[in-house]
């Protein structure tokens, strides 16, 4: 019912920023909320950030606050992530995914982008 595709990924040196962009198409219109999640090599998937649809609020991983900003077009169906301070560790596939319908879930998730931040 949704598809859901992110861009804006790259390599960038410690300090730098990014930003990176997701779009939804299709019935965008019973999506809830979209979120940003990664994944490093080895290690499982983890939250980043998320923002309601509607109203627009946020949340953060402990590990981004401060540096990370999502953010929302609701008029494009897209959401953003700006990333600021730029660690090595936050080398990642980054992923998109939208909670879709009523669901406590994401339940539609994009392909990835790779992010890599070197010191």
């Known amino acids: 019912q949704v598809q859901v595709v992110e861009s804006g990924g790259g390599l960038v040196q410690a300090g730098g920023s990014l930003r990176l962009s997701c779009a939804a198409s299709?019935?965008?219109?019973?999506?809830?909320?979209m979120g940003w999640f990664r994944q490093a090599p080895g290690k499982e998937r983890e939250f980043v950030a998320g923002?309601?649809?509607?109203?627009?609020?946020?949340n953060y991983a402990d590990s981004v606050k401060g540096r990370f900003t999502i953010s929302r077009d609701n008029a494009k169906n897209a959401v953003y992530l700006q990333m600021n301070s730029l660690k090595p560790e936050d080398t990642a596939v980054y992923y998109c995914?939208?909670?879709?319908?009523?669901?406590?879930?994401?339940?539609?998730w994009g392909q990835g982008t790779q992010v890599t931040v070197s010191s």
């Open positions: 299709g019935r965008t219109s019973s999506i809830y909320a």
């Open positions: 923002i309601i649809r509607s109203g627009g609020n946020t």
């Open positions: 995914a939208a909670k879709w319908g009523l669901t406590q879930h994401y339940n539609y």
